[in-house]
């Protein structure tokens, strides 16, 4: 059983920045793909970034420019770096890892304030 285990959520303000990190329970594999999703209260589960075995990065529009995304292939870790945080950014962020089937961690509450 693999699991997703995220962590550094938060309340910020707006500006400010957060480090969102996600670690795979499991090692001796490599996700092929791992990202982040994340869901405000009443919108839709929205696709934030992912990134490739090989280091491919892909950004929604909203968050280019401001957040990055980045991974351990070693510890089966993915990282997002948000900066210029902006009340929008508020959401529960959600990893991902590809391997055959997609996993999901049980996600982690960014609070932006203005």
């Known amino acids: 059983q693999v699991q997703l285990v995220e962590s550094g959520g938060g309340s910020v303000q707006a500006g400010g920045s957060l480090r969102l990190s996600c670690v795979s329970s499991?090692?001796?594999?490599?996700?092929?793909?791992m990202g982040w999703y994340r869901q405000a209260p009443g919108k839709e589960r929205e696709l934030v970034a992912t990134i490739t075995s090989g280091g491919n990065a892909n950004y929604a529009d909203s968050v280019k420019g401001r957040f990055t995304i980045s991974r351990d292939n070693a510890k089966n870790a993915v990282y997002l770096q948000m900066n210029s945080l902006k009340p929008e950014d508020t959401a529960n962020y959600y990893c991902?890892?590809?391997?055959?089937?997609?996993?999901w961690g049980q996600g982690t509450q960014v609070t932006v304030s203005s």
């Open positions: 991902i890892g590809t391997f055959g089937r997609q996993y």
């Open positions: 499991r090692l001796g594999f490599s996700f092929n793909l």
